[in-house]
C-alpha cells in the first residue's frame, strides 16, 4: 500500500512537472524577446535595472536589489572572468548579467536543483543555454543539488582543470546549505577569485535565510570580506569574498 501511494506520488509530481514543461514552452519566444532587447542594450546599468524591476512571466528576471548587484556588476566587469560558476539560476537574471560581463569564450555553469521553489524547466533553460553566444560563451546548466555528488563531479568535468574566478552563490538559503556551497566549492576557485553571496543582511531570525550566520562566521575566519547593502535593515546585502594566498588555512577543519 505504501508503495502504491509513493509510485502515485512519484508518478503526479513527474506529471505535473511534464504539464508545466508544455505550458513553458510558450514563454520561450517572450524570452528571447526579452533577450534580444537587452542584448541590444548597452549601458550595463541600465541592463541590471531592466531585468530587477519587473517580474512578469516571460522576462529574464533576477531576484536582486539593483544597487547591489549593479556594484557587484562593476567589480565583475573589471575582471573580465574566464569561468563563473553560479549556484541558483532560477529565472536567468543574474546568469545573463554574468553573461554579458565574462570574457569572450567564457565558460559559465550554473546549478539549480530541480522541483525547488524558483527552479525552472527545460524550454526555459534551453534560452539561456545561447546567453553570450555571439561571443561564444558556453553557458552549461547543471539541474543538480548543489551539496551532491553528481554536482560536484560534473563540475570538475567541465572544469578539466580550469579554475573558477567568480563563483556566485543563490541557492539552498539554510545555514547548513549555504556553508556547503562556500567551502565545498573552495577547491575549484582561482587563487585571486571572487565569491558572492546574496542574503548576507536579512536578519538571521528568518528560518529559511541563514546566510548571514555564515557570514558573519567567514569575517571572524578572517577572510577578506566587503558587504554591499544599499539600505541597511531593508536590502538583502551582497557579500564579496575575496580570495588570496592565506584563504585555504582559513577553512575550516571538518
Ligand atoms: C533565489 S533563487 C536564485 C536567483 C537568481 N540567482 C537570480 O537572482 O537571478 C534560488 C534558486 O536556487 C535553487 N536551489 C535551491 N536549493 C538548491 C540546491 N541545493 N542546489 C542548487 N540549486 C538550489 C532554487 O531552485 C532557486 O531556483
Redesign the pocket.
Known amino acids: 500500500m505504501v508503495r502504491a501511494v509513493n509510485k502515485r506520488g512519484t508518478l503526479w509530481g513527474k506529471l505535473r512537472w511534464g504539464v508545466g514543461a508544455l505550458r513553458d514552452w510558450r514563454l520561450v519566444p517572450r524570452l528571447r524577446a526579452h533577450q534580444r532587447e537587452l542584448d541590444a542594450t548597452e549601458d550595463l546599468g541600465q541592463v541590471v535595472r531592466q531585468v530587477c524591476l519587473r517580474r512578469d512571466r516571460g522576462r529574464i528576471?533576477?531576484?536582486?536589489d539593483p544597487t547591489e548587484i549593479g556594484e557587484l556588476c562593476r567589480r565583475v566587469a573589471q575582471r573580465r572572468p574566464a569561468v563563473i560558476l553560479?549556484?541558483?539560476?532560477?529565472?536567468?537574471?543574474?546568469?545573463y548579467l554574468w553573461s554579458r560581463l565574462a570574457q569572450d569564450g567564457a565558460t559559465i555553469l550554473s546549478?539549480?536543483?530541480p522541483g525547488?521553489?524558483?527552479?525552472v524547466r527545460a524550454p526555459v533553460l534551453s534560452v539561456y543555454r545561447r546567453f553570450g553566444q555571439d561571443r561564444d560563451v558556453r553557458v552549461v546548466l547543471l539541474p543538480?543539488?548543489?551539496?551532491s555528488e553528481g554536482a560536484h563531479a560534473k563540475v570538475s568535468r567541465v572544469l578539466a582543470g580550469r579554475k573558477v574566478d567568480l563563483l556566485f552563490i543563490?541557492?539552498?538559503h539554510s545555514y547548513e546549505?549555504v556553508r556547503a556551497d562556500f567551502y565545498d566549492y573552495l577547491p575549484y576557485l582561482a587563487p585571486d577569485a571572487i565569491v558572492a553571496m546574496?542574503d548576507i543582511a536579512v536578519p538571521a531570525s528568518d528560518p529559511a535565510i541563514q546566510v548571514q550566520r555564515l557570514w558573519d562566521e567567514i569575517r571572524a575566519r578572517g577572510f577578506k570580506t566587503e558587504a554591499v547593502i544599499a539600505e541597511p535593515g531593508s536590502s538583502p546585502g551582497i557579500g564579496i569574498v575575496s580570495m588570496d594566498d592565506a584563504a585555504q588555512q582559513r577553512v575550516p577543519s571538518p
Open positions: 528576471y533576477a531576484n536582486q553560479e549556484i541558483g539560476t532560477a529565472r536567468g537574471g543574474t546568469l546549478i539549480d536543483k525547488e521553489d524558483g527552479s543538480l543539488d548543489s551539496h543563490d541557492g539552498d546549505g546574496h
